[in-house]
């Protein structure tokens, strides 16, 4: 069985919709910051304090290499996933990809009470946020199967739609799979 995957920005809320999502379809739940943070013995801010982004991008490439090739789990990713060519082509083919959109007003007011992005300890944490949506948003839709709005949406109805859209189009791609054949 194919892994679901969610993408999307910092405060997106990958991690709180994937957990839902997991017990909602009784499978395993996967995140790939947990991973990094398991596998390092360090939180991802003492990661960043003492190897940089850089050092924390490579363990990132190895964790999600990894995650990709489990079966049938939903794997919740880091903001920056997508940013390595290598991290975008083992999402797309470890699984179906689901984009977590949101605006950078909910990221901020989603990520303003704890401390545990490093990325976002600077002094305009929205203009950090905006340059990187700027960067990362056609990244995250250049992989994704599927693009799901999570503004003024609660999680729950937010996993909702995920499982909608998502039959949709196993619907959608078995019916013209049919008509191809
Ligand atoms: N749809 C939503 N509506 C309201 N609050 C939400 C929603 N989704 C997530 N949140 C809240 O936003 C915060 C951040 O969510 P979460 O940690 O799941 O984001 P994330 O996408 O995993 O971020 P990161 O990339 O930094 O790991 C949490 O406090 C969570 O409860
Ligand atoms: O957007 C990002 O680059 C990040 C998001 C978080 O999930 C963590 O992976 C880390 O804080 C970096
Ligand atoms: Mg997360």
Redesign the pocket.
Known sequence: MQNLI?V???????????RLLAKELRLPFK?S?KEIEQRTGASIPLIFDVEGEGGFREREHAAIADLCLLNGVVL?T??GAVLQEDNRRALRSGGQVVY?CTSVD?QLE??S??R??PLLQAADPRAVLETLMAVRDPLYREIADIVVE?DE???R??VMEILERLQALRHRESRDGTALS
Request: zero cysteines; charged letters at 25%.
């Open positions: 969610l999307g920005p910092m405060g997106a809320g990958k991690s709180t919709i994937g995140d910051d919740a880091g903001g977590l909910q989603r990520t009470r704890d545990n992005r999570t949406r609660p999680p109805l937010v």
